[in-house]
């Protein structure tokens, strides 16, 4: 028997005490750390808790070969003068040692560690409707009883393993992308299956490639990214110079993706042919996310508009791909959905990795996989023999985090029974109906995915200590969401959803790769700015949308 692998290992049991708090936090990503941070300074008692055994989020965990962000300098860090007037990116786009190196350093300017205990999985939290308090117990024994509930779980905290027969008998190495081992396996000269062909699978294939003996990929749906413009920075050279990043930071939350860049400000059909050409070509020499999220404004919303940006897209990668039955199915010369509508990774080489005479393409639509053996994995064609199978075969996304923990509110009401019989129901993508007291970071039918992460985590962490000041101030001990404006939230974020293009691709933006999961948009596509607007607007007119109590009972 071979080893499938999940770092998951047993947490030392722990006498049972009840630690009091202000708030709990869950989460060690940009959202937890920086609400820790925040909460401290206003003078609250507050601790925050992780799983694994770092700061990072999902950069403590993804450490497979070719992991790295594809959001460029300097966009990808806190605002906090007091960090970015010390800290050096040696890249334009950061690898995963890197962003852990990062997080390292904001941990020791913030003095973070004092108020975080790691190896520490949250399992259950329940309101006590008499206290007004969390009651939050984890694996190892720990118990915390709060005031405030954080879970700031983050869009990728819940790994999908698929449930292939024979999956438990293979004899090599079986790894998901986000479990991958802190001592690198030798991967030279080996027979490497890479699962998916997301964002991970991009990046990870391609530099498995340059090490494996043979490298098999197997694609269900094509992935569309687009050409990273990678920047090695000396030591005496910066992203953007120090004085000019005070203004970025304040133009990167006004901007549309939480980005200091936007739409171009035009529909696709007011250029000519011409004109749009050289459009497309400016924005794809950038070497980011700008072809993507910063292209003409009906370019997500119109089919016309976004074919346009599908055929560019497809020539240039065509051109890279020698052979004519891997370009059909790398770049198919019909659209196979709506480009941008999947998420859009960044690449270094991906297609020419197909000219490799050691690389070659399983697409699963023709040949489905039906099982994997002690040897590999067997297709309806014929048994593939491998050393290591790599999973890239992604998360439950936005939800899977809040889902994985058991979290009963008002009456017992269970939030994961709640989500999974009508989908996910927020109040502006921070709050539920019925769970007093507990709000969340980068949540459903928050901007989310479609969000420079310290972007957010700044506006939502802000927008949650300014909720709690205003309580502690005014002696209110419970606030909750209403249901009736939650549901009319919900209600936006999906019109604003189907008027884009978003629901005709299936994807995890839509829940699509978890079976059964209630399909409804994750994200609030009108940008950051209208987002904030909202928040405000909540927060001035007495959080409008809450009901609020004082010692006994709820009240409008």
């Given amino acids: 028997m071979g080893s499938i692998i999940t770092l998951d290992q047993p947490e030392p049991v722990r006498p049972v005490e009840i630690e009091e708090l202000d708030a709990l936090i869950i989460g060690s990503g940009f959202g937890g750390v920086y609400q820790l941070k925040k909460l401290r300074d206003e003078g609250y008692k507050v601790k925050l808790v992780e799983s694994g055994t770092g700061y990072g989020g999902i950069w403590h965990w993804s450490r497979y070969p070719g992991a790295r962000v594809d959001s460029h300098a300097p966009h990808y860090q806190f605002s906090d003068p007091e960090l970015w007037k010390e800290w050096h990116w040696k890249q334009r786009f950061p690898d995963h040692n890197e962003l852990r190196a990062y997080f390292e350093f904001v941990a020791e300017k913030w003095d973070l560690r004092k108020d975080t205990y790691f190896e520490t999985h949250i399992t259950s939290a329940k309101w006590d409707e008499d206290e007004n308090k969390w009651i939050i117990t984890a694996s190892n024994g720990r118990i915390f009883k709060a005031t ?281 993508g921070i709050a539920a109906a019925g769970f007093p007291n507990m709000f969340f970071i980068n949540g459903p039918q928050s901007p989310n995915a479609f969000c420079n992460g310290p972007t957010c985590a700044e506006l939502q962490g802000n927008w949650i200590a300014d909720v709690m000041n205003h309580n502690r101030d005014a002696g209110i001990g419970a606030i909750v969401a209403d249901e009736e404006n939650e549901k009319q939230w919900v209600e936006l974020t999906e019109t604003i959803a189907y008027a884009s293009l978003l629901p005709k691709a299936k994807s995890w933006y839509m829940g699509d790769n978890i079976p059964g999961k209630p399909r409804r948009s994750m994200m609030y596509l009108a940008g950051v700015p209208a987002y904030y607007e909202k928040l405000k607007s909540c927060a001035s007119e007495g959080y409008k949308g809450f009901r609020f109590r004082g010692s006994k009972g709820l009240k409008a």
Avoid at 355 to 376: A, C, F, M, Y
Avoid at 395 to 415: K, P, W
Wanted: one cysteine or more; hydrophobic letters at 35%.
């Fill in 148 to 428: 405030y509930f954080l879970p700031h779980c983050g869009i990728a905290a819940s790994r999908v393993m698929p449930n292939w027969k024979g999956i438990g008998s293979f004899k090599g190495m079986l790894v998901h992308s986000s479990y991958w081992p802190h001592e690198q396996p030798v991967l030279r000269g080996k027979k490497i299956a890479v699962i998916g062909t997301g964002s991970t699978g991009v990046q990870l294939s391609h530099a498995v490639s340059k090490e494996a003996g043979e490298l098999v990929v197997f694609q269900r749906t094509p992935a569309m990214p687009l050409q990273m413009r990678q920047v090695n920075y000396a030591d005496d050279e910066e992203s953007m110079p120090k004085a000019e990043l005070e203004k970025f930071f304040k133009d990167r939350e006004e901007g549309y993706w939480g980005f200091d860049f936007g739409f171009l400000g035009k529909g696709t059909f007011e250029d000519d042919e011409a004109a749009r050409k050289a459009s497309y070509e400016a924005l794809w020499k950038a070497g980011d996310f700008t072809f993507w999220l910063g292209s003409y404004t009906d370019m997500l919303f119109t089919d016309e508009a976004n074919y346009e940006a599908y055929k560019f897209w497809r020539e240039k990668t065509r051109a890279r791909i020698q052979d004519p039955r891997l370009q059909e199915l790398l770049a198919p010369e019909k659209q196979p959905y709506p480009f941008g509508c999947k998420r859009v990774p960044l690449e270094q080489g991906y297609f020419e990795m197909f000219n490799q005479p050691n690389v070659d393409l399983v697409d699963v639509n023709s040949t489905p996989i039906v099982e994997v053996t002690e040897k590999g994995i067997r297709t309806t064609e014929k048994e593939l023999e491998f050393d290591i199978i790599i999973l890239a075969t992604g998360f439950d996304a936005v939800t899977g985090g809040l889902t994985s923990i058991d979290i009963r509110g008002i009456d017992d009401v269970s939030l994961r029974e709640n989500f999974q019989a009508r989908g996910p129901t927020t109040y502006c």
